[in-house]
């Protein structure tokens, strides 16, 4: 019998599949929290499977466990749990956020080209300007992508629907997807979207062709600051910079000079240097920055809980009967690389 405990609020369907499976016995912690703090021996120690966002406290004493799912795509809350050391594979939410962020990505470009935030700003003053500033279309436009995961691919998806160029840059081959997490009718799982594919040694000639750069990368110790003051003045200064990711990728004075230099024409940000931001944050108060406070994709979208659940349903299912597990960290990736 696999024992599988889950430290998460419950999606009805899944659970009650969960519990019509044979070979499985579910528990429910009774107050499912998303932070780390201890949970009862009685209720870890015979675990085999573990749904969470955070470890227990006292996980080293799980000394059944196989397989942890988290309920986030990033798992940085994993790494020094020597997880690879006892045996535990471990998998993420990746892809349960590809659809808001995408669709964030495309209300960005379209209120960047647009100046939405200037008509808002003419709106509030009364202010009756039909400037050409307020009338551009994104239709036409390049948008690159740097690296091409899920959230990547969905944006792509969209992007080519609307007339846009895409273009990609990434470290590899891009490959097809049958072990990520995908919507139905959703992404590019086969990996053909992209017009132009550039890799790592091609950085400069990608940032040159750009109109919209969207930032879809990990935040890695290789990746931290990837976006510097080279890279930004390698953008166009009628481009504007998107990161829906993780803050850090870009390094913070080298964005705050771009956009009060007038490098980049403006920015797009959901990921930041502080949590919550300081209200004294020059980024705050730039005409040229839309700021939103990391809500792009959240465990409050609507479908969140459905999406995590699944996953979780089938990859109970995929390790019962010894296949491949949708959205496996591989030893690399548990180690922080």
């Not at 594979?89 to 590809?98: E, I, K, P, Q, T």
């Not at 209300?107 to 209120?111: E, P, Q, S, V």
């Given at each position: 019998m696999?024992?599988?405990?889950?430290?998460?609020?419950?999606?009805?369907?899944?659970?009650?599949?969960?519990?019509?499976?044979?070979?499985?016995?579910?528990?429910?912690?009774?107050?499912?929290?998303?932070?780390?703090?201890?949970?009862?021996?009685s209720q870890i120690q015979d675990c085999d499977v573990l749904f969470c966002t955070f470890l227990p406290e006292n996980h080293e004493a799980m000394t059944r466990l196989k397989l942890v799912q988290i309920s986030s795509a990033g798992y940085s809350q994993l790494f020094g749990k020597k997880l690879v050391e006892r045996g535990v594979?471990?998998?993420?939410?990746?892809?349960?956020?590809?659809i808001p962020i995408a669709e964030w990505n495309i209300?960005?470009?379209?209120?960047l080209a647009r100046d939405v935030r200037g008509l808002i700003r003419n709106q509030e003053n009364r202010i009756?300007?039909?400037?050409?500033?307020?009338?551009?279309?994104?239709?036409?436009?390049?948008?690159?992508i740097w690296g091409y995961g899920g959230i990547g691919r969905e944006t792509a998806r969209l992007a080519k629907a609307l007339g846009m160029t895409v273009h990609v840059l990434v470290r590899q081959e891009i490959q097809k997807r049958n072990t990520v997490f995908c919507v139905p009718g959703t992404g590019d799982p086969d990996g053909t979207f992209p017009d132009r594919i550039f890799y790592g040694?091609?950085?400069?000639?990608?940032?040159?062709?750009?109109?919209?750069?969207?930032m879809a990368v990990p935040q890695t110790a290789t990746t931290t600051g990837i976006m510097g003051e080279t890279e930004l003045r390698m953008l166009k200064p009628t481009a504007f910079v998107l990161n829906p990711a993780r803050g850090p990728l870009i390094q913070e004075q080298a964005l705050i000079r771009a956009l009060e230099e007038g490098w980049i024409a403006g920015a797009a940000l959901d990921t930041h240097y502080y949590y919550p931001m300081p209200p004294d944050h020059p980024l705050w108060a730039l005409p040229n920055v839309i700021l939103t406070p990391h809500i792009s994709g959240s465990?409050?979208?609507p479908r969140f809980l459905e999406r995590v659940s699944t996953i979780f349903l089938e990859n109970v299912v995929r390790f019962s009967a010894g296949e491949p597990l949708l959205n496996e960290l591989t030893v690399s990736q548990l180690a922080g690389n």
């Open positions: 696999l024992k599988v405990l889950i430290d998460m609020p419950v999606y009805e369907p899944v659970l009650r599949q969960l519990q019509q499976t044979p070979g499985i016995s579910v528990e429910v912690v009774a107050q499912p929290e998303e932070k780390v703090r201890p949970l009862p021996l594979r471990a998998c993420n939410s990746l892809g349960v956020f590809d209300a960005m470009m379209i209120n009756w300007d039909r400037s050409a500033r307020f009338q551009k279309e994104i239709r036409g436009s390049v948008v690159g040694h091609e950085k400069e000639a990608f940032l040159n062709s750009l109109d919209f750069l969207v465990s409050l979208s």
